[in-house]
């Protein structure tokens, strides 16, 4: 019985050693587009978080013309109205600047490096069952799955994960649907 065994030598990409599988290859490697950019959900959750501010500087106001400290309790609304508002604007902006996606000819990665988060790697399979959708936007954004997560008391959504704002989103979405065709006929 003769040994079948691979010996071809390993040529994993540097930096991938022990997270891809033997065999894997890396077929596509991007960034999403880091520039401002706001969604439709953006837009209405900074006007909300404006007009709460400006409504805790009114009451604010009004209260220090009574007299007394007591204005000062709205500093805390003014406070959570502004981090709102820079959490709607900026925060998309800086989690796409620290974001990195990779294709193989199995999975899609997705690589984030956040502040107070850290580092996480996640990754997707590519099977025949995926559905791909590709977006129109400039850049577009390409989905592939989607993940459910849990949000304030307990309730929980699903969002739709991909590769956001990347400039050859159309040479992407042409690769994972190869893929995806390949992973049926095996």
Do not use: C
């Amino acid at each position: 019985m003769t040994d079948t065994a691979d010996t071809t030598p390993d040529t994993t990409a540097p930096g991938w050693e022990g997270i891809l599988d033997p065999g894997e290859r890396i077929l596509w490697q991007g960034r999403p587009q880091a520039g401002l950019y706001f969604a439709p959900g953006q837009i209405g959750t900074a006007a909300f978080s404006l007009f709460f501010s400006g409504f805790a500087v009114f009451w604010m106001t009004l209260a220090a013309q009574a007299g007394g400290s007591f204005w000062m309790f709205g500093l805390i609304h003014f406070s959570v109205g502004i981090v709102m508002f820079w959490s709607a604007v900026l925060g998309p902006t800086i989690r796409r600047r620290r974001t990195w996606y990779t294709l193989t000819d199995r999975r899609a990665f997705i690589a984030t490096d956040l502040p107070l988060r850290g580092r996480q790697l996640k990754h997707y399979p590519i099977t025949e069952n995926t559905q791909l959708t590709l977006t129109d936007d400039q850049p577009p954004t390409l989905h592939f799955a989607r993940e459910d997560r849990r949000g304030g008391k307990g309730r929980r959504y699903t969002v739709d994960v991909g590769f956001e704002r990347i400039e050859d989103g159309e040479k992407v979405y042409s690769l994972m649907r190869k893929l995806r065709r390949s992973e049926g006929a095996t």
